[in-house]
């Protein structure tokens, strides 16, 4: 939109806009009414639970494949509900807020799973009254400040050492393969003296220091979900890990809260694995590279992946993040920073000790990233949906009302996990559609496209990237010009 192409830095925040707006438009136009609300009829009504008939929630999902994706509701409720009644499991996690009430300080909130279709929607009900049941546990409840420390579902077990916090195991239960050669995940302070853009430094060497283990504990246990909690110290720095497993993922996510004060620094998480005969893979737009493994500093967009051999099979694994894109293979180690505190705009210059400068990454920041282990070939269509995965999925909490539209609805779908649709978009001369669709895996493949209830077969070249225009009901394959 206009509003985006003109306000220059603040394209993110003008982008978050419209979509909350589009978001508001489509809830609208979902028919959300149920039988029972009395006294209404089918316009637009501004109300909230009524008579216990539930809530509904809209959830969307922007990507072009269906997943399970877990929501977090920020309050207490007493029942979930699928769009055909059926009752829905949830767990009560630790929120993000704090709410007194007139006899205790609640700061649980509903976390439950949800089925979302393709570049769609789907709503779910929620409840402010339900029956009792032994997942509804208050999270404070299911804490564990006593070793072992470990995270574990059908696919993944994790083990962390009670004394550094690291994460000393992760092994694959189908198979028993354990990918991880020593402690890992820690995070490492590396003396950094260079200038803002770190010119001519292919990798960073400085001095290092280790941070001090200042708490872990268990603080999720829960049907849904695991979680483990890891706070490290230095000076006037701390780092706040949480690691999460959810029952239905076989890999990690961790989300880090840091507050940083440590100048002319780096912090570097590195994951030592068991691998042997490694190669390394990064995410480049539209695909990836492969490059031998050193110590230089690689650039990659979302992941990275280690690739090798581990017990006679081939193995790897993987990290994607949601902000962080520096990473460093050495051997069987994939390192990357986490943050990197230099004197902001410094070119060349050797910065005056006795005056105060303002640095590039002091004070509080947030990251995730996932920790990805697989077996077998490398999985590069599963990478990158574990990298869409780092986001929750967006969500509406509605009011009853009429409308034209269902309550799930899928535009897009597609019959092969290779291919990805990475833009779609009205033509520019307003006749049809325009979709970009890449090719994941760099192995040729054919795939059935449904679009709008149309339907053909497209045959992608490894790591093709192809246009298609969609006039009149008709898929029309074109080029980056967008012309037929």
């Not at 989300?255 to 995410?283: G, H, M, P």
């Not at 990836?288 to 992946?305: D, H, I, N, T």
């Not at 690739?307 to 293979?329: F, L, N």
């Not at 990237?465 to 008709?474: D, H, P, R």
């Amino acid at each position: 939109t206009e509003e985006c192409i003109y306000s220059y830095g603040g394209a993110i925040s003008a982008a978050i806009k419209n979509k909350e707006r589009a978001m508001l438009l489509i809830s609208k136009s979902i028919n959300t009414m149920v039988k029972g609300v009395t006294g209404r009829g089918k316009s637009d009504l501004e109300t909230w639970e009524e008579d216990n008939l539930g809530v509904p929630v809209i959830i969307f999902n922007p990507y072009s494949y269906s997943r399970k994706a877990a929501v977090q509701i920020n309050r207490k409720y007493g029942a979930v509900k699928d769009d055909k009644g059926g009752d829905i499991v949830f767990q009560y996690v630790k929120g993000d807020y704090l709410i007194q009430s007139e006899t205790y300080l609640e700061q649980s909130v509903t976390l439950f799973e949800a089925d979302l279709p393709p570049l769609g929607y789907t709503t779910y009900w929620i409840y402010g009254n339900g029956q009792d049941n032994k997942q509804k546990l208050n999270f404070t409840e299911n804490q564990q400040t006593a070793p072992p420390y470990i995270l574990e579902n059908s696919y993944l077990r994790a083990e962390f050492d009670n004394v550094s916090g690291a994460v000393i195991s992760i092994k694959d239960k189908s198979c028993g393969i354990e990918y991880l050669s020593k402690a890992s995940c820690e995070p490492v302070i590396l003396e950094d003296q260079s200038d803002t853009w770190a010119h001519n430094l292919k990798g960073f060497y400085g001095k290092s220091s280790a941070m001090q283990l200042k708490s872990i504990k268990m603080t999720e246990n829960g049907i849904i979900r695991k979680a483990i909690e890891v706070k490290y110290c230095i000076n006037q720095t701390f780092v706040l890990h949480t690691y999460y497993l959810y029952r239905n993922e076989d890999f990690i996510r961790v989300s880090v809260k840091i507050n940083y004060n440590e100048k002319n620094s780096i912090l570097r998480y590195s994951i030592n694995s068991a691998l042997s005969d490694t190669t390394a893979f990064y995410e480049v737009p539209f695909g990836y590279v492969q490059k031998k493994c050193s110590e230089k500093e690689q650039p990659s967009l979302r992941w990275a992946c280690l690739y090798g051999k581990k017990d006679g099979r081939q193995a790897g694994i993987a990290i994607c993040c949601d902000s962080k894109s520096s990473y460093c293979v050495q051997e069987n180690s994939l390192s990357f920073i986490g943050i990197r505190n230099s004197v902001f705009a410094n070119h060349h210059a050797k910065p005056d000790s006795q005056t105060e400068y303002d640095y590039t990454d002091e004070g509080i920041s947030y990251f995730n990233y996932i920790i990805l282990p697989f077996t077998g070939s490398t999985s590069f269509e599963k990478i990158n949906m574990a990298a869409d995965c780092i986001f929750e999925p967006d969500y509406l909490i509605d009011s009853y009302h009429g409308g034209g539209l269902s309550k799930t609805l899928s535009l897009f779908n597609c019959g092969s996990s290779q291919i990805a649709l990475t833009a779609l978009k009205k033509a520019e001369n307003g006749k049809g559609f325009v979709l970009r669709l890449n090719e994941l895996a760099k192995k040729k493949c054919s795939a059935k496209i449904s679009f709008l209830n149309a339907e053909t077969v497209l045959c992608f070249n490894p790591n093709e990237i192809k246009t298609v225009l969609f006039v009149e009901g008709k898929f029309i394959e074109s080029d980056f010009l967008e012309l037929y």
